[in-house]
């Protein structure tokens, strides 16, 4: 079975957390998680990742630190994601060497091309609809992900307000990967591991 999912943290890790986390990825349908928590501390943050990277060695799932790859770097995670204003690729290659990283692109051709030509291992795009962890995100087209699929020999990972309802068409379109957050963790229906069961 391909594993689909790139899963993004709730923005507060609350106390089931864990076990949550643990029920979630037995489904055995997430590729990568990402820890994103903007505004714990840099020390708590550190805490938290080594809880979870014990977690998703487990269950074979890559561990990626959103915005900073010396954290990344610190607590020996499978890599880290870098939104525009995070730091350079390069310099988290340097740092991480052979590990994974990730770039925001948005909806942009040139930033796709950029992350591409200093070797990001993957890009992202979107956010393809309203997105409760960035409300005030930039909108990504489809045409995107049809461009990406085209030109661009790295895995495709969409973003931003997907759920069980919209997600195949970002597939169909040519994303790789769907990254979910809100709809797993906030969801007032569904408690995580029955919410991840809805992507099939």
Not at 71 to 76: H, S
Not at 102 to 125: D, M, P, Q, R
Request: positive net charge.
């Amino acid at each position: 079975m391909k594993k689909l999912i790139y899963l993004i943290s709730p923005e507060k890790i609350y106390n089931d957390f864990y076990k949550d986390l643990n029920k979630v990825l037995e489904t055995k349908k997430i590729k990568f998680f990402q820890l994103r928590l903007k505004k714990t501390s840099k020390n708590k943050t550190i805490k938290i990742a080594k809880k979870i990277l014990k977690i998703t060695k487990i269950h074979k799932v890559s561990f990626l630190i959103n915005d900073s790859f010396k954290i990344a770097k610190i607590i020996n995670a499978d890599g880290c994601h870098l939104g525009q204003l995070d730091g350079s690729v390069i310099d988290a290659k340097k740092s991480l060497k052979n590990k994974i990283i990730g770039v925001t692109c948005h909806n942009s051709k040139i930033l796709a091309k950029t992350a591409i030509k200093n070797k990001a291992s993957y890009v992202a795009f979107g956010s393809f609809g309203k997105s409760l962890l960035k409300p005030a995100a930039q909108k990504a087209d489809l045409k995107i992900l049809k461009w990406a699929k085209k030109n661009i020999r790295k895995p495709i990972v969409a973003i931003g307000g997907i759920n069980d309802s919209n997600y195949k068409k970002l597939i169909k379109a040519g994303a790789n990967y769907i990254a979910i957050s809100s709809y797993i963790w906030d969801n007032p229906d569904l408690k995580p591991e029955f919410a991840i069961g809805k992507f099939k």
